[in-house]
């Protein structure tokens, strides 16, 4: 016995597959004109200007970072980087050793939900 899909649910299918590829088209590094990378990272448990020295300490100690923003009422942070000195998995591993997760977000991108503070 075989089974066949009906057309609502082939539909459906790939109305889901195509929004899933849209959603990853948008890149979370950006190229600038120097050719240093940056990226948006959203940082839910990063709450008060304490939490973001310590983020911000990890990364300028890690080779080739080359700026820091923060948008701590957003939990958000920007960094700026050369990309032939560090890399974007280094950048987050940097904020992990200082104790906070945090996700790249595509520009104007969500920041996710908050942490309940």
Known sequence: MS???SPVLAAAVVILILAAGISRAQP???TLPDGSRQV???VPK????SCSKAIRQKLEATSG???VRFDTPQR????TWDPKRTTLQAILEAVKEA???ATPVAPGG????CCGL
Not at 76 to 79: D, E, H, L, Q
């Open 76 to 79: 958000r942070a920007t960094v």
């Open 3 to 5: 089974r066949r899909w």
């Open 110 to 113: 969500s920041a996710g939900s």
């Open 99 to 101: 104790g906070f997760d």
């Open 40 to 42: 948006t990272l959203s």
């Open 28 to 30: 979370v590094e950006r």
């Open 65 to 67: 970072v080359t700026s």
């Open 46 to 49: 990063m709450a008060c200007a």
